[in-house]
C-alpha cells in the first residue's frame, strides 16, 4: 500500500512558475513508477509526465514539454513536477500516481495509487 500526498499548488500569473511535490509512504519507493496527471473541471484526468522508478526515464504530454520536468528523490520518496511558462490552459487539479509497472505508462487505468491532488490556477 502507497500513500501519496500532493503539495504546492496555487495561484499565479501566466508566464510564471510552479513547482508541485508528492510525497509517499513506504520503503519501496523506488520500485514504483511516478505519473503526474491533471484533470480540469468537466474534463477527463490527462496524463501529464511519467518517470521510472530509478529516475532514468521520463515522458511528457505533447502540451507540457519543454516547460514542465519531472523527476524524484528516491532517498526522500518524493516526486516532483516543476512547471514553467505556466499558460491559462494549465489551470486543473494536479494528481500524483503510482504503479509498480517496468514500462512507460500514460493511461491513469494504469495506475494503483494516486494522491487526493492539489489545485493550479494560472490566472491571465
Known amino acids: 500500500q502507497v500513500q501519496l500526498v500532493e503539495s504546492g499548488g496555487g495561484l499565479v500569473q501566466v508566464g510564471s512558475s510552479l513547482s508541485l511535490s508528492c510525497s509517499a509512504s513506504?520503503?519501496?519507493?523506488?520500485?514504483?513508477?511516478m505519473g503526474w496527471f491533471r484533470q480540469a473541471p468537466g474534463k477527463e484526468r490527462d496524463f501529464v509526465a511519467y518517470i521510472s522508478g530509478s529516475g532514468k526515464g521520463t515522458y511528457y504530454a505533447d502540451s507540457v514539454k519543454g516547460r514542465f520536468t519531472i523527476s524524484r528523490d528516491n532517498a526522500k520518496n518524493t516526486v516532483y513536477l516543476q512547471m514553467n511558462s505556466l499558460k491559462a490552459e494549465d489551470t486543473a487539479v494536479y494528481y500524483c500516481?503510482?504503479?509498480?509497472?517496468?514500462?512507460?505508462?500514460?493511461?491513469?487505468?494504469?495506475?494503483?495509487?494516486w494522491g487526493q491532488g492539489t489545485q493550479v490556477t494560472v490566472s491571465s
Open positions: 500516481a503510482a504503479a509498480q509497472k517496468a514500462v512507460v505508462i500514460t493511461r491513469a487505468v494504469e495506475y494503483d495509487y
Open positions: 513506504g520503503r519501496t519507493f523506488s520500485t514504483y513508477a
